[in-house]
């Protein structure tokens, strides 16, 4: 947990994202992410436009594409939309919790791990909120752990994506430990 803790400070440190469009065009400095075994891409700037469920979304890019986005490291318990089956324990909470970071026309910035894409063609990404929830300049929001450290998603590492899966395992650990979200609410 400390660990979780130092580098997500270390992360945020110095980070020059803002919220609003003047300082979007503010160069993103990859240096302030932490090393690990795949080096860090140059994160690109997106406008959110819908999300799906806890973990997926669509987000337009700054160069005019519109992605669906699978977001890195977690996953979120199933709403099961359209298939008839009830949906999973706290799968509602997860998805009003990342509607809530990410309301439409947020701007976030997208980084990548090792690989960029699923075989779904959703793009895999970390996704970094620039704007304080009570407004004004602070420290990013790093949404992907946000939601695992609340307790609205577990990690799930991606084979080809483990950059931070220290980061996101202790994140779990100290969630599960609370008994946050979906741990207390749900019986696991």
């Given at each position: 947990?400390?660990?979780?803790v ?6 945020c ?17 990859p ?7 795949n080096?860090?891409?140059?994160p690109?700037?997106a ?6 469920d806890g973990?997926?979304g ?29 949906a ?5 909470e997860a998805?009003a ?7 439409e026309g947020?701007?976030v910035?997208?980084?990548w791990?090792g690989?960029?894409?699923d ?17 004004g300049d602070?420290?990013?929001d ?11 998603a ?5 084979s080809?994506?483990?950059?931070y ?22 019986g696991?």
């Amino acid at each position: 947990m400390r660990s979780a803790v130092l580098l997500l400070a270390l992360l945020c440190a110095g980070c020059p994202l803002r919220g609003d469009d003047d300082d979007a065009t503010e160069p993103f400095d990859p240096s302030v992410l932490p090393m690990g075994p795949n080096p860090p891409r140059q994160p690109t700037m997106a406008t959110v436009q819908q999300i799906f469920d806890g973990d997926t979304g669509r987000f337009r890019l700054d160069s005019g594409e519109t992605r669906s986005v699978r977001f890195l490291s977690i996953d979120t318990p199933e709403e099961n939309a359209g298939s008839g089956d009830p949906a999973e324990c706290w799968a509602n909470e997860a998805t009003a919790r990342t509607e809530e970071m990410l309301p439409e026309g947020t701007r976030v910035w997208l980084t990548w791990d090792g690989e960029e894409q699923d075989g779904f063609d959703r793009l895999l990404c970390y996704i970094f909120r620039g704007e304080h929830p009570e407004g004004g300049d602070a420290s990013p929001d790093w949404v992907n752990y946000t939601l695992v450290r609340e307790g609205h998603a577990r990690a799930f590492i991606f084979s080809n994506n483990q950059t931070y899966r220290d980061v996101f395992e202790s994140a779990e650990a100290a969630a599960r430990n609370e008994d946050l979200g979906r741990w207390g609410a749900c019986g696991f």
